[in-house]
């Protein structure tokens, strides 16, 4: 474990907090992508199906259960909490995130370090994380208007993304066998993603005004 | 090496 990883996981952690805290205390969504909710309560099942054989550390196991009983939660919370469904704009959140599930699969099974089911699963878990945030990029660019706590979300999560980018490259240069590849080019991947969004975040925070996205 | 097939990052 590096300060980096450390970061990265803190990051992650307060980002899905920072998602159930909006949720729970002003019960409403709006603004937040069930469908990228949903895409993330999939990267977590089929990244952590080691979660009751592999016993890695405390931590491990911990972050683990905390993942992913928040991204149920959260996915709960927004199709079925009486008032909290009311403010989900399903007419705005309309990416068809199913077509990203097969072939984030098709890859899996085609570029993996194991043909194991496991790690099928797990390299799938990776490429679909890469895109999960696409929905909610997309809804972003409709609705215009972010509020704060949807702004804090992204950006929590695109900083926990460039930390695990700081956690490889130190581990690259610290433990010599450490090598994925593929780890390495989907998280990259993913973390462009955000760059656009990153890049307005600052400008909306350097000129103090409220944070808009082009359409 | 098996350090790849048990992935310690979450």
Partial sequence: MNIFRLAGDMTHLASVLVLLLKIHTIKSCAGISLKTQELYALVFATRYLDLFTDYISLYNTLMKLIFLVSSFSIVWYIRHHKIVRRSYDKDQDTFRHYFLVLPCFLLALVINEKFTVKEIMWTFSLYLEAVAILPQLVLLQRTRNIDNLTGQYVFLLGAYRSLYILNWIYRYFTEPHYVHWITWISGLVQTLLYADFFYYYFQSWKNNVKLELPA | ?10
């Fill in chain 2, 1 to 10: 090496n098996d350090e790849s097939d048990d992935h310690d990052e979450l």
